[in-house]
T-cell receptor, first 114, second 118 residues
Framework: GENVEQHPSTLSVQEGDSAVIKCTYS??????FPWYKQELGKRPQLIID?????GEKKDQRIAVTLNKTAKHFSLHITETQPEDSAVYFC?????????????FGQGTILTVHP | DSGVTQTPKHLITATGQRVTLRCSPR?????VYWYQQSLDQGLQFLIQ???????AKGNILERFSAQQFPDLHSELNLSSLELGDSALYFC?????????????????FGPGTRLTVT
C-alpha cells in the first residue's frame, strides 16, 4: 500500500507564528493531496486541497505546496490563532495497482499558545 | 454540519456480537467511504463504495463487511467483535469516486459512531 510519512507529530507555536506540516509519500501516481483538521471529539474537516497540476494553493491564512519531484506536500498556516489548535492529517490516494486505496498521515497535534 | 449522517452515535456491545453502522451521504454524492479511528492506529481507511459498487479496499478485516444500497446509503457490518474493535467509525461521502476525475472529490465526514466493545 501507499506509504505516507507526516512530520512533525507534535508542533507547539506562539500565537501569530507560522506552522508548517509536511507529508512525504512514495506513490508517484498520486494526484490529489488534501489536508484535514480534526478538533477534539469532532469529525475531520477538509481545510485545503491541491491537485498534481498545481504547485501551490492559498486560502487566506492556509496554503498547501506540492513538490511532485521530491514527493512531498506541506501545509502552511500563517498568523496562527488559538482556534487553529487541532490535529491535522494529510490524506493520500494510491495510484497504480492500489488505485483508490486511501492512506492518512499519522497526524500532527498543533498547539497554538496565546 | 457536513450533510453526512451516521447512526447510531454510540454503541456499546459485548465481545462476539455483531453490529451494523449506518451512513447516509450528502445529497447528490455517489461515493461513500468508511474509516476507523483508534488511539493507537490513527485514521484507517476501510472501504469505499461508488454508486453501489465496491471501489477500493483498505485494511478491512474479514469480520467486517459493507454495502451501499440503491438509495446510496451505506451500512458497515462488524461481526465477532473483539475488544480491539472499539473505536470511532467515520463515514464520509464525495460527489465523485475518483481522485483523477475533474469533478469534486472532496470528502465530507459524518459525526462518527463510537463503538465500545466490552
Amino acid at each position: 500500500g501507499e506509504n505516507v510519512e507526516q512530520h512533525p507529530s507534535t508542533l507547539s507555536v506562539q500565537e501569530g507564528d507560522s506552522a508548517v506540516i509536511k507529508c512525504t509519500y512514495s506513490d508517484s501516481a498520486s494526484n490529489y493531496f488534501p489536508w484535514y483538521k480534526q478538533e477534539l471529539g469532532k469529525r475531520p474537516q477538509l481545510i485545503i486541497d491541491i491537485r498534481s497540476n498545481v504547485g501551490e494553493k492559498k486560502d487566506q491564512r492556509i496554503a498547501v505546496t506540492l513538490n511532485k519531484t521530491a514527493k512531498h506536500f506541506s501545509l502552511h498556516i500563517t498568523e496562527t490563532q488559538p482556534e487553529d489548535s487541532a490535529v491535522y492529517f494529510c490524506l493520500l490516494g494510491a495510484g497504480g495497482t492500489s488505485y483508490g486505496k486511501l492512506t492518512f498521515g499519522q497526524g500532527t497535534i498543533l498547539t497554538v499558545h496565546p | 454540519d457536513s450533510g453526512v449522517t451516521q447512526t447510531p452515535k454510540h454503541l456499546i456491545t459485548a465481545t462476539g456480537q455483531r453490529v451494523t453502522l449506518r451512513c447516509s451521504p450528502r445529497s447528490g454524492d455517489l461515493s461513500v467511504y468508511w474509516y476507523q479511528q483508534s488511539l493507537d492506529q490513527g485514521l484507517q481507511f476501510l472501504i469505499q463504495y461508488y454508486n453501489g459498487e465496491e471501489r477500493a479496499k483498505g485494511n478491512i478485516l474479514e469480520r467486517f463487511s459493507a454495502q451501499q444500497f440503491p438509495d446510496l446509503h451505506s451500512e458497515l457490518n462488524l461481526s465477532s467483535l473483539e475488544l480491539g474493535d472499539s473505536a470511532l467509525y467515520f463515514c464520509a461521502s464525495s460527489a465523485t469516486g475518483f481522485p483523477g476525475a475533474s469533478g469534486p472529490y472532496e470528502q465530507y465526514f459524518g459525526p462518527g459512531t463510537r463503538l465500545t466493545v466490552t
